[in-house]
């Protein structure tokens, strides 16, 4: 068993050493891109590097973007997952909820998050508020379809267990349902953080003053190819890094290794 | 005095999305005395767990009723605790929660809970998993913590449907001689469904048979071997010829 992880530490590192082995080969050896376009590595290290502490030309640090970014992403995160959550539970668990709310739901749900950004930026402008808004949107969408899944495939017999043994309809939501609709709400959960992620770049490469996105849109429109790669990776980074966080609080939450 | 559980003329139709009828149960009657082990056995696939869910409460009977020492069914509830089929434990609980789930909904304090649960967890020879999760333990053991679970309730029936039918051959001569033994232990009424002759046979006081699609009772017959039995004795043999040659005519 350890042997085997060893091997795939060993082929990813792998992996990736031939990725930068290329990119080194098609940009500083071969320049298969016209000068300048496509930066090797090492310019790419050299500009992250220094990126972490200059302002321009964008008006920030790295730092600072990434703040702006995740704070945008994890007030309209937290603020979906927390009306989400309620919302899918009243709509999987009560039929006249769910009869009531499924049709406008079901309509809204078909618009794609991104196209929510000029309504929203026409309403709220475009600082953190709208961008919060339009994560929020996306969330919720997502987190209200996973937990009312989750709870509609609750199996009946576990039901009946329960009211064999003389529970009501809330304790059987909150002891059988829920529990047994934690994976697939976890499931929601990641999901949405990386489309959060990446709506918060969608969002601050229409519209914004601050942010990864923002500071890729500026390297752009200044030629520097070598930013807006530091952007791309920086993306990527935090977005893994955040799926981690998730998939760390699944182990801890999602009890007796069900998958 | 009254039976225990008494079934009356019980009748059960499905009716499907296309209207078609489908009569599962058809003019069912028998009655089951305290204490006593009933074995419900047909060959088919029709009716038995239909039937076993009318007396839990949670199917109704198109036609009929069940009463429960003298009084109507008309839900589930704790005095009837059922053992199902398909070992459905909540997976997210470990084996001592599972056990102590029906103790917690009563609202039992947990010191006592843990004790209750713990000798009912030694009684099906679970001691030492109490804190493995479902998907750690076997599917034999999975029943077991099904019958304790059951237990736990204080049940005046035990309601069980085709308990051993996943398990395989071994296991299930193994849980067989385990029923026995914490029937012997805690005296209970129990209404075991089952397709296979011989677990009828084996476990039964008495065995109403019952008839394939609509399922109706066959014959009621009581089996006055000694315990412990055995599958090779003479007399075991000759009533599971007999048996057998019941449902060959009736076919």
């Known amino acids: 068993m350890r042997k085997k992880e060893f091997k795939y530490y060993l082929i990813s590192i792998g992996t990736i050493i031939l990725f930068l082995v290329v990119w080194y080969l098609l940009s500083d050896v071969f320049q298969v891109f016209r000068k300048g376009m496509l930066p090797g590595p090492v310019k ?53 909820v769910d009869d009531m709310v499924r049709p406008v739901f079901d309509f809204l749900r078909t ?14 402008g475009i600082g953190l508020k709208a961008k919060a808004a339009i994560i929020f949107v996306n969330v919720f969408v997502g987190t209200v379809v996973n937990i009312y899944s989750g709870i509609k495939q609750t199996n009946e017999v576990q039901i009946w267990v329960a009211q064999i043994f003389g529970a009501g309809r809330l304790e059987i939501l909150f002891k059988v349902a829920l529990p047994s609709s934690l994976p697939y709400l976890f499931t929601g959960l990641k999901v949405s953080l990386s489309m959060a992620w990446l709506g918060i770049v969608a969002a601050e490469l229409l519209a914004s003053q601050s942010g990864l996105g923002y500071m890729i849109q500026v390297a752009r429109s200044l030629g520097r190819p070598d930013l807006v790669i530091v952007g791309m990776l920086t993306i990527g980074l935090i977005g893994a890094f955040l799926t981690m966080a998730l998939e760390m609080a699944e182990r801890v939450f999602v009890k007796g290794n069900r998958k | ?27 069912v009657s028998f009655h089951v005395d305290k204490n006593e082990f009933v074995v419900i056995f047909g060959p088919g696939q029709c009716g038995k767990t239909t039937l076993l869910n009318i007396i839990a409460g949670l199917e109704e009977a198109t036609d009929g009723e069940v009463l429960k020492m003298g009084e109507t069914v008309s839900g ?35 010191r006592m809970r843990r004790e209750e649960a713990g000798k009912y967890i030694d009684l099906v020879g679970l001691n030492g998993f109490e804190k493995a999760y479902p998907v750690q333990i076997s599917g034999g053991m999975k029943q077991r913590v ?106």
């Open chain 1, 44 to 96: 790419v290290a050299r500009s992250f590097v220094e990126k972490l502490s200059t302002k321009t030309p964008d008006g920030n640090t790295l730092f600072g973007h990434i703040g702006a970014s995740l704070k945008v992403v994890l007030i309209g995160y937290i603020i979906g997952v927390a009306a989400g959550i309620p919302s899918g539970v009243l709509m999987a668990w009560y039929q006249p």
């Open chain 1, 111 to 124: 618009i794609p998050g991104v196209a929510w950004i000029p309504v929203v930026t026409v309403w709220l």
């Open chain 2, 1 to 27: 005095m009254s039976s225990m559980i008494e079934v009356k003329n019980v009748r059960k139709l499905f009716v499907n999305e296309e209207g078609e009828k489908n009569e599962v149960l058809k003019n």
């Open chain 2, 76 to 110: 589930p509830g704790p005095d009837r605790a059922v053992v199902f089929q398909d070992i459905l434990l909540f997976p997210w609980l470990t084996v001592m929660q599972n056990v102590e789930y029906s103790m917690k909904v009563r609202g039992m304090d947990s």
């Open chain 2, 146 to 251: 099904g019958i304790a679970r059951a237990y736990c309730t204080k049940p005046d029936v035990m309601l069980m449907d085709e308990p051993f039918g996943a398990l395989d051959a071994q296991t299930r001569y193994l849980m067989q001689d385990e029923v026995i033994r914490i029937s012997s232990t805690e005296k209970r009424t129990v209404v075991f469904v089952t397709n296979n002759v011989e677990e009828a046979i084996y476990l039964a006081d008495r065995i109403i048979i019952m008839t394939d699609c609509p399922s109706t009772v066959l014959k009621d017959i009581k089996i006055d071997l000694p315990r412990p039995r055995s599958y090779v004795d003479p007399e075991f043999l000759s009533l599971r010829k007999e048996i057998s040659a019941m449902l060959n005519r009736k076919r």
